[in-house]
């Protein structure tokens, strides 16, 4: 086997792979807050890119739909957060893993009868011509994704760190108690979380599209992968999924190269399935102790 | 006796109209419905242990149909085998790969739980359709019901045995969660902890009730396959999954009945949504529903207004949408998730946890009679006491990281002794007391039992060495009755093998153990709320019931845990005197405790803990004399001979 073509899929995959991370960075951020992630977020991206693809159709120049895009899928966040994990968080419940699953369902519904279910292409003014790195092609369009990601999550944690409402975010995902006590409101930090984590999937959404194309069934597709990133890397760790984000691209990439393209999910759910059985808390994440 | 007649009777009905209907009409579509109510009636009946009784989000349920339908596809294609190996080998292939998923999902719980379920689903959807060779992949596979005992399966008969079977695995399955192995599964989901510091064992149960439940739906996959004899990886994915939790939530939890009920609904769902009128008519129904329920727990305020007020908007976009849309069948997604979302804001029993407090008020069904106490003479005979070491800490140490939380402790419990350990906040007494329980192995030393090594790091085996425990932050099993969470951690009672207790012929000991959580009920004086949930008892009545629960594990060492923590003046009375009747009856305790008047009126000696170690030991008038210790609670040096009085803090 050509090594260079191994190469080639290996960075491919990597640089799609920062996608999943995006996604999961989403994930730690509301479960940071309120221990609850969006099992609809799959869903949120979805819609986000076609409600992105809707601006630009509409004659929107790219750099001024992105935060048209955004300030939707953080709209989208808060609905998920006020009619989906709110009230299950004051009756200390799981129900929101139901009543998420349950919003993402309408979700995908309302796009498929509002922008149909077919795959449509997501025109972008990056280019797609391939630059010759160490014997690799990358093209812009990849670059650009691991730009934006990495862009978004260091703008995050520089607000979480520089500003008083970032610090805010970080006293209520250390002791929500302790913080509401001394008079953070806990229930507008998960706002926060949420709108932040929906913002972040509507920027997934716009950077992966123009590669991938925007279609109803990209949901499920991304979710599982974002999930397994999750997963793997642990909840709670800030870049962890960036790592395990390229990593995973990378060898779904290998994998539906090797073993035929029905199977580039699989490593990623053996993945996740291992890792929550060997290290719950992930690979990067804390171990916690068992208090009574 | 009412209530027997009336419950087995409203069962028997039931099931005698659904056998004789074939018989009445012959319209092949409807004979078709009731065949696939059957079907889903079983698997609902498997999803229900799982997200009822364990209360996790099971997303691979619709995985194991799957599997289950090609189980049984594939033997009959492929191995030319018939009905019945069919069906059984789709049921153990459910068995199997349940149980082996449920290894790694043990330790899960909430979301970890929902997504090792979701993976494993995606993972068999990947697999039906990439092995080609032996399920034909997208292209499907085709089979024919084989011939029974040389006879065609009409579809009548084929019928009539999808109903047998229901009736089965309803009788097996009532059996079976009415005993302790239902108990056990509540108890898991209410506190894992306290399911293994009771010696129930949250492994087996975990893995027996997700087998279980993943067998029951291999079994209906099996007869999914011959009732429509052709099969498509693409039949069992994420779609029909959140049907079927909308089967379950809808029709109730935890009740085969509801089992029932949310298998009608997913059997009749689609030609609700192709039928206009139809839908319309079920929509506005729900939506006056919705109000209705809205308007009363607003004005009774049960509810918060987002609980009333969400499933009217969520009932309303529905009927709203029924007028606009063009067509109903393109918007089903949705229109499952507003049905599926209003379920879960506004009526979270389901339908027949709704129905069934209704029915009980209409016929005013009594709650079965229990059980007269048994005598305590025979629960907990009185040990001899002989005052020989019962539990030795031999240097034990925990460390937390840096922190030594326990650090070198030696200490003796003397037999039939009142033990007290006392100490400011911070100074270890906790985690002595679970790593004695085994939540935490130690870090070094040994923890001794009548000479023998206790294990370390296991809540389970420890408890099953006869030392029982109490928890500070309460751990009760909160949607259990107080009587059953005392049944729940009875010791030595459970004797049935599964085999009998799925056959119901178990009763007997279900009777002595009433009789027996009875008599510990009386004990700590909560007899008259035998029946009331434990979250529903107040505060002090918690307190207690724990340690009835500890006691019915009749243990040789009794570990209480605070037990006066946040307790009222006249409960603490009360509990003092609960403690010297357990005491009276040869049982060890070791009493952790804040409250310097219940130490110095229960203990004969008192060892007081600082910074992980001991600085002192004596009887309690002693040890509160001791310089040391008044030092550890007031933080400075007396600086007079005149002793003080250690002033405790509150927990």
Redesign the interface.
């Known amino acids: 086997m050509n090594p260079s073509i191994i190469g080639q899929m290996a960075v491919s995959g990597a640089l799609m792979g920062l996608v999943y991370a995006l996604i999961a960075y989403g994930f730690q951020l509301t479960y940071a807050t309120s221990k609850?992630?969006n099992?609809g977020q799959g869903e949120l991206v979805m819609v986000s890119a076609f409600f992105s693809l809707t601006l630009t159709n509409l004659g929107l120049p790219y750099w001024a739909m992105i935060p048209g895009g955004l300030l939707f899928g953080a709209m989208m966040g808060l609905v998920v957060e006020r009619?989906g994990v709110?009230?299950a968080l004051?009756q200390k419940g799981?129900?929101w893993?139901?009543?998420t699953?349950?919003?993402g369902?309408?979700f995908?519904?309302?796009a498929?009868?509002l922008w149909g279910r077919d795959d449509r292409p997501f025109p972008t003014p990056i280019s797609a011509d391939p630059i010759h790195v160490v014997g690799v092609d990358i093209t812009r369009l990849e670059l650009s994704v691991a730009v934006g990601v990495l862009a978004i999550m260091g703008a995050i944690e520089l607000f979480k760190r520089r500003t008083l409402l970032g610090k805010a975010f970080e006293a209520v995902s250390a002791d929500r108690d302790a913080a509401e006590l001394m008079g953070i409101s806990a229930t507008r930090t998960v706002m926060l979380s949420y709108g932040l984590s929906g913002a972040v999937a509507a920027l997934a959404g716009i950077l992966v599209s123009p590669i991938t194309t925007v279609g109803p069934t990209m949901a499920?597709a991304l979710i599982?992968k974002a999930?397994?990133v999750a997963?793997v890397a642990g909840l709670d760790s800030g870049f962890g999924v960036v790592l395990v984000g390229m990593f995973l691209g990378a060898l779904e990439s290998l994998a539906s190269f090797y073993l035929?393209s029905?199977?580039r999910?699989?490593p990623g759910?053996?993945l996740?399935?291992?890792a929550?059985?060997?290290r719950?808390t992930g690979v990067f994440g804390k171990a916690t102790?068992?208090k009574? | 006796m009412k209530r027997i007649l009336l419950l087995r009777g409203a069962e028997l009905i039931v099931f005698a109209l659904l056998a004789t209907i074939p018989l009445l009409v012959v319209n092949p579509y409807a004979l078709g419905l009731l065949t696939l109510l059957a079907i889903y009636g079983i698997l609902l009946i498997g999803l229900d242990v799982t997200v009822g009784y364990l209360?996790q989000?099971n997303l691979a349920h619709v995985a194991f149909l799957g599997l289950g339908a090609y189980t049984a596809g594939l033997v009959v294609t492929k191995l030319g085998l018939g009905m019945a190996p069919a069906l059984l080998a789709a049921m153990a292939v459910g068995l199997l790969l349940g149980g082996l998923l449920a290894?790694?999902?043990l330790?899960?719980e909430?979301?970890?739980f929902?997504?090792?379920t979701?993976?494993?689903a995606?993972?068999s959807t990947?697999a039906l359709?990439?092995l080609e060779a032996l399920t034909g992949g997208a292209q499907g596979l085709s089979l024919s019901r084989p011939p029974v005992f040389g006879h065609a399966l009409t579809p009548p008969l084929f019928y009539w045995l999808c109903m047998a079977l229901l009736a089965v695995v309803w009788m097996l399955m009532r059996n079976l969660l009415a005993s302790q192995w239902g108990r056990a599964f509540e108890a898991l989901r209410d506190s894992p902890?306290a399911t293994d510091a009771m010696g129930v064992g949250t492994y087996r149960h975990k893995v027996a009730a997700f087998a279980l439940g993943s067998g029951l739906g291999g079994l209906a996959g099996g007869l999914y396959a011959f009732n429509f004899q052709y099969l498509q990886p693409q039949s069992f994915v994420?779609d029909l999954m959140?049907i079927l939790?909308l089967g379950v939530?809808l029709g109730g939890r935890k009740s085969l009945w509801g089992a029932f009920v949310g298998a009608s609904v997913i059997v009749l769902l689609p030609n609700l949504l192709s039928n206009r009128l139809l839908f319309q008519v079920f929509s506005g129904l729900g939506f006056a529903m919705a109000l209705a329920a809205g308007l009363r727990g607003l004005v009774k305020k049960t509810t918060?207004p987002?609980?009333a007020l969400?499933p009217v908007v969520a009932m309303g976009l529905l009927v709203v949408g029924g007028f606009f849309v063009e067509n109903t069948e393109?918007?089903?997604?949705?229109?499952?998730?507003?049905m599926?979302?209003s379920v879960?804001?506004g009526l979270?029993e389901g339908l027949m946890g709704f129905l069934a407090i209704f029915l009980a008020k209409l016929f005013r069904v009594p709650h079965a009679p229990l059980p007269e106490p048994s005598d305590i003479e025979a629960i907990l005979p009185p040990r001899a006491v002989d005052g020989a070491p019962l539990l030795v800490l031999e240097d034990l140490k925990r460390h937390?990281g840096g922190v030594k939380a326990v650090d070198g402790l030696s200490m003796t419990i003397k037999s039939g002794s009142i033990h007290g350990l006392i100490g400011p906040n911070g100074s270890g007494k906790?985690t002595v007391v679970?790593v004695i329980s085994g939540?935490?192995p130690p870090s070094a030393g040994r923890v001794l039992l009548r000479g023998t090594p206790l294990p370390s790091g296991s809540l389970f085996r420890v408890s099953r060495s006869g030392v029982a425990r109490t928890?500070?932050?309460l751990?009760l099993f909160g949607e259990l009755t107080a009587l059953e969470n005392v049944m729940v951690a009875l010791r030595g009672v459970y004797r049935s093998p599964l085999p009998l207790v799925l056959l119901g012929l178990a009763r007997s000991e279900e009777r002595q153990a009433q009789a027996d959580a009875l008599c510990l009920l009386g004990r700590v004086g909560l007899k008259d709320q035998a029946l009331t949930r434990a979250r529903d008892l107040t505060y002090g009545a918690q307190r207690f019931l724990e340690v009835a629960r500890a006691l019915a594990r009749k243990p040789d060492l009794l570990i209480l845990d605070e037990p006066a923590a946040g307790l009222a003046h006249p409960d603490v009375v009360q509990l003092i005197e609960i403690i010297k009747r357990v005491h009276k009856r040869g049982i060890s305790i070791l009493l952790i405790e804040h409250h310097m008047d219940v130490v110095s009126e229960l203990c004969d000696v008192v060892t007081v803990l600082d910074g992980g170690k001991v600085i002192a030991e004596g009887p309690p008038d002693e040890v509160k004399r001791h310089p040391k210790v008044v030092e550890a609670y007031l933080g400075q040096p007396p600086q007079t001979d005149t002793p003080g009085e250690p002033s405790p803090q509150p927990a």
């Open positions: 609850s992630i099992f009619a709110r009230l004051e799981e129900g893993i139901l009543l699953i349950i919003i369902l309408f995908f519904s309302a498929e009868n499920s599982l999930f397994s997963v035929g029905g199977w999910e699989a759910l053996v996740l399935i291992l929550l059985a060997v719950p102790i068992r009574v | 209360g989000v290894l790694p999902a330790r899960l909430g979301p970890q929902a997504l090792a979701l993976s494993f995606a993972l990947t359709n990439e902890i994420y959140i939790l939530v918060r987002f609980q969400a393109d918007w089903r997604k949705a229109i499952f998730a507003l599926l979302f879960v804001v979270p937390f906790s679970n939540l935490y928890f500070q932050n751990q």
